[in-house]
């Protein structure tokens, strides 16, 4: 699984590609793991996501936990229709604040006074 990566407001913005399945999960965990610092504010862009099975929800769920461990905030944000779906049918969207746009996500962390 490829991620690009880019700083808006110093708030990493991580860019998911396309899938996210057993194949990627454990890679996605890997490079996300060893990208978060302590503290940090990180947005996932899923607008990309076409597929996500259990393994991309463990992994998801996974590196929420990190971040609560390492005090750090992850949002989603550009999640499409079918992906939402998926979020709400197995409830990880209570995980997460989800947002539409990047620059929604960006600015939440700023508003709610996060580390950023």
């Known amino acids: 699984m490829e991620m690009r990566f880019e700083y808006i407001n110093k708030v990493l913005i991580a860019h998911v590609q396309m899938f996210l399945d057993q ?3 454990e ?4 490079v996300l793991s060893e990208r978060m610092r302590p503290g940090e504010n990180i947005v996932l862009d899923l607008e990309k996501l076409v597929n996500i099975d259990n393994y991309g929800l463990d992994a998801l769920l996974a590196i929420a ?3 609560l ?3 750090s905030v ?3 944000a550009r ?3 079918d992906m939402q779906i998926v979020l709400d049918i197995t409830k990880v969207y209570r995980v997460f604040e989800i947002y539409p746009t990047i620059e929604e996500a960006v600015a939440s962390c700023a508003k709610a ?3 950023a």
Do not use: H, T
């Not at 890679?27 to 890997?30: E, Q």
């Open 23 to 25: 194949v990627g999960a």
């Open 69 to 71: 461990e390492n005090d």
């Open 74 to 76: 992850i949002k989603l």
């Open 65 to 67: 936990q990190k971040a």
């Open 79 to 81: 999640v499409s229709a």
């Open 27 to 30: 890679n996605f965990k890997y």
């Open 113 to 115: 006074g996060d580390k």
